[in-house]
């Protein structure tokens, strides 16, 4: 089975080719920042558009590098939800309709099942069961997953997402955006004992998390500083440790509670490199294994929309030809794939 993927959940346009017998066979992204940077985050009404001028072309290329005829693909997968609605509409209503004209099935995406099941296209995949720590602009989730559609969310944020969190304190810092890998980079140039922040929630039992209050304390440490440039990078520093002590903090504990020695670090959060670092050691420490996609499929991509499209079709799910975009959807609400 060969199967188009095609994300267009928020700033990013994605397309992917996923076969059963070949793996992936072509992907293409083009991101939208040049035309939100200047705005300072994403303009919902511009993404649609540049979906709309990006989308059918980059499907031709992908096809193309594939070396494939669009009679030889057996199914289409486009991101129904979480999202921003008009982009996510631009992606359904292509996929359905191509879908339709080449009379295959098509199968509605859930975004983060994407991110959740990118490691799989990595050579050295988990296996199920195993916990996944998801952490992008928009999400942040702790979910214990035991099969494809099997999912149970055992933390997530009460407030900003980390991604968003990144953004936000980079912003006020006056860094560019996008914000988040901006100031990762200046972290590393700053002095990590000279500052320490808050570790939000890991006082009290639980696995959610909370960073408006970090963000706040990052705002006031900085007001009350000089605003020179160390400050801004020491500050980065005492930022990005603690989100990277937090979520350290709620992975052991869900290790420990659960018994899964297998942790999956997804979304785009997960290319953050002193993140990575903290969570090796972390399951290091436990005796347990850590599991990352690479870089490129840590942001939004096609390769993993085509991947979980792939899975759900070949089970024999499908989408009616009715299109609908789910903009907020939990994960707990998919339908199991059996025997994943």
């Known amino acids: 089975m060969r199967v188009l993927g095609i994300e267009t959940s928020c700033d990013e346009t994605g397309v992917a080719i996923y076969a059963t017998d070949g793996g992936l066979l072509a992907h ?15 303009v919902p009404e511009l993404a649609s558009r540049d979906h709309i001028r990006k989308l059918l072309p980059l499907i031709q290329e992908v096809i193309d590098e594939a070396g494939v005829e669009t009679n030889a693909l057996d199914g289409v997968a486009y991101t129904a939800g979480p999202g921003l609605v008009g982009a996510l509409l631009v ?22 099942e994407g991110h959740l099941l990118a490691p799989m296209l990595e050579p050295d995949p988990p296996g199920f069961p ?20 099997r999912y149970r969310v055992l933390g997530e944020s009460i407030d900003d997402a980390v991604g968003e969190a990144f953004d936000k304190t980079a912003k006020l810092l006056g860094l560019p955006y996008p914000g988040g890998p901006a100031l990762a980079q200046l972290a590393r140039q700053g002095n990590p004992e000279r500052f320490t922040f808050p570790r939000p929630m890991t006082d009290r039992p639980g696995l959610d998390f909370s960073f408006s209050g970090l963000k706040t304390f990052a705002l006031n440490t900085w007001r009350e500083s000089s ?46 490199q002193r993140l990575r670092e903290r969570l090796g050691d972390l399951m290091q420490a436990e005796g347990g294994h850590i599991f990352y996609p690479r870089p490129e499929f840590c942001t939004d991509n096609g390769a993993m929309i085509a991947y979980a499209g792939h899975q759900r079709l070949q089970a024999g799910q499908s989408a009616p030809l009715s299109v609908s975009v789910t903009p907020r959807w939990s994960l ?8 994943a």
């Open 28 to 42: 293409a992204l083009y991101s939208q920042i040049e035309l939100h940077a200047r705005y300072g985050g994403v």
């Open 91 to 112: 992606g359904a209503l292509t996929g359905r309709c191509l879908a339709w004209s080449w009379g295959v099935p098509a199968i509605a995406v859930h975004h983060m």
């Open 130 to 149: 195993f916990i996944a720590l998801l952490v992008s602009g928009g999400h942040c989730l702790l979910v214990e997953v035991e099969g494809i559609g």
């Open 227 to 272: 605003q020179d440039d160390q400050d801004r990078a020491d500050i980065a520093r005492a930022f990005e440790e603690a989100v990277a002590d937090t979520m350290a903090i709620k992975c052991r504990r869900a290790v420990r509670q659960t018994g899964n020695r297998q942790l999956v670090i997804a979304g785009g959060v997960g290319a953050n």
């Open 332 to 339: 707990e609400d998919l339908d199991p794939v059996e025997n």
